[in-house]
């Protein structure tokens, strides 16, 4: 795969694979929201890559420089992803359902000089246009025509680029993906991955979904999160696989049919639209035709032990789980064929991968007992910094290892569980949200005096958004101000991020230096206890 030094991996994914004789072999099947068929062959994609890359070196773009994709699932997101790439420019991706104040988090931070929309989205990017000074060129994907000297026509772009390029031999270390990820007490903190980690995204891709060029391959992920990068571009491409991009949501009865229809032989989804599957009718899936599948994964979040029973019921087929993070860019932990699965567990570490659980001490946990999931450093796609943020990174690591911010433990026979989070980042259907971005939210409204936000278990999300607020004096609580809420905190964060549950209280507990004690939320949610109360602020 790596010829004569050439990490690259928009090179690799596209050039590399003509290269080896495969230019007519289809690439993507786009399935568009209507069922609407396109095949792109891997010729189509190097071409249309090579142009995006010329596109951008027009524009005055560099090596390093960064640029953005903020688009639903669409062709255009992958021949501007990979045509980044190939200009040595580093692709950042944005999940298409973010607020102008995740927009203004990511593309401020990250000093990204240009970003592809789409013009509905134009509105959200010039709300926040005069925050972004270094923001110089916003290209629209479905605009015929120029609209001003820096929001841009793609089609235009495009007809005037050049179909050649060549990439420049690209070494392992050149900065290549960037996603951006929630923390519990700050702002989305910018990771940074590097073009040599297409080596861990192929092999994971070939060891653990052991995906080969024959198979027909579906990843149900959005290209704004770390699997659709992984899985649904580099890993797939890497090994030549045509994979199948279907540009709608979630629909049970079209999702079958795209299993059916295309022969999908490797299936990648996640546990919550699995979790929707098991609500629908067992006449949909008994009609369907499925002896192409081989295989199906899941990723995101646990996958609970009754989607794998009902897997096994209804479709006669395990269902495998997989962990991996943004940070570390590839599977780390899976079940896999091959190996027995333990319904509930995270199966065994990937080739080369050596995970541990340890104590808050440093030292190492025994068998069955709960500590930090920690992974030792060395793996190609592990990440390299946190984007102006080397501080927080290197905290990431001590003792040896990498500690993942989440707790397990290892059972005698090396499959790890998974136990929750160590900070209090919620996981809603497979997408990390920040309490902290939505309680900053929430403030935002005049009515809000007080904010505090957790999450709490739910039989389909895994995780759901519960805010607690305190209103200001003479504000009373009503269905106004509940769709009110709802609606800032769609528009300012993510859809993802609304609260699923809203709770008004007098006050929101707080420790003596003023930090949202979001354990006490919880315990009071949960009816459970709430511990040591301490270090609280007195009434």
């Not at 973010?98 to 000093?111: I, P, Q, T, V, Y």
């Not at 809000?448 to 609580?477: M, Q, R, T, W």
């Amino acid at each position: 795969m790596i010829v004569d030094g050439q990490h690259n991996i928009g090179h690799i994914c596209t050039r590399h694979q003509c290269d080896l004789g495969r230019s007519e072999k289809v690439a993507m099947r786009w399935i568009s929201q209507h069922m609407e068929q396109t095949d792109y062959t891997f010729a189509q994609l190097d071409e249309q890559s090579n142009r995006f890359a010329n596109v951008l070196a027009a524009l005055g773009f560099h090596p390093g420089d960064i640029f953005f994709t903020f688009l639903p699932k669409m062709p255009e997101q992958f021949f501007a992803f990979l045509g980044t790439l190939k200009l040595q420019a580093v692709a950042g991706t944005l999940f298409s359902n973010f607020g102008e104040e995740a927009l203004l988090d990511r593309l401020g931070d990250s000093k990204a000089r240009g970003v592809i929309t789409k013009k509905s989205f134009l509105k959200k990017i010039g709300r926040i246009r005069d925050q972004l000074p270094h923001l110089r060129y916003v290209i629209v994907a479905d605009m015929d025509e120029h609209q001003s000297e820096d929001i841009l026509s793609y089609r235009r772009l495009m007809e005037q680029a050049s179909e050649r390029f060549i990439a420049p031999i690209t070494a392992h270390d050149i900065p290549s993906v960037l996603h951006y990820t929630s923390g519990s007490t700050g702002k989305p903190k910018g990771v940074q991955h590097v073009h040599g980690s297409i080596l861990s995204q192929h092999l994971t891709a070939r060891e653990v979904l052991q995906l080969s060029e024959d198979d027909i391959y579906w990843c149900t992920a959005d290209q704004g999160w770390v699997t659709g990068t992984s899985y649904g571009i580099i890993g797939p491409w890497s090994i030549g696989v045509t994979q199948v991009h279907f540009g709608g949501g979630y629909n049970a009865e079209h999702w079958f049919n795209i299993l059916e229809r295309e022969k999908i032989t490797v299936w990648y989804s996640a546990p919550t639209a699995l979790r929707m599957l098991l609500k629908e009718e067992p006449e949909l899936f008994a009609r369907c035709d499925l002896s192409t599948l081989r295989h199906i994964f899941s990723v995101g979040e646990p996958l609970n032990p009754e989607v794998i029973h009902w897997a096994r019921r209804t479709l006669d087929r395990d269902i495998y789980d997989t962990w991996f993070q943004t940070e570390t860019g590839a599977i780390m932990i899976a079940n896999r064929p091959g190996i027995e699965v333990r319904p509930g567990s995270m199966g065994k570490p990937s080739p080369g991968i050596e995970a541990a659980i340890i104590a808050d001490d440093g030292q190492p946990v025994p068998d069955g007992e709960q500590g930090n999931l920690c992974v030792k450093p060395g793996w190609p796609s592990m990440f390299v910094t946190y984007l102006n943020n080397d501080e927080v990174y290197r905290q990431k690591f001590r003792g040896g290892y990498y500690y993942s911010g989440d707790t397990a433990y290892r059972d005698a026979d090396g499959y790890f569980w998974f136990m929750g989070r160590s900070d209090d980042v919620i996981n809603t259907a497979g997408h990390l949200v920040s309490p902290f971005e939505v309680e900053s939210a929430l403030l935002e409204i005049p009515e809000i005096a007080e904010s505090g936000v957790i999450g709490a278990p739910d039989d389909l999300l895994f995780e759901k958004v519960v805010a607690y607020v305190a209103l200001h004096d003479n504000c009373v609580y009503s269905p106004q101000l509940e769709l009110k809420i709802r609606l800032h905190v769609s528009n300012k964060a993510s859809t993802i991020a609304t609260p699923q549950e809203i709770f008004v209280v007098d006050r929101i507990p707080k420790n003596k230096s003023g930090k949202i004690m979001r354990r006490v939320l919880k315990a009071r949610y949960l009816g459970t206890d709430a511990g040591d109360l301490s270090t609280m602020e007195e009434e």
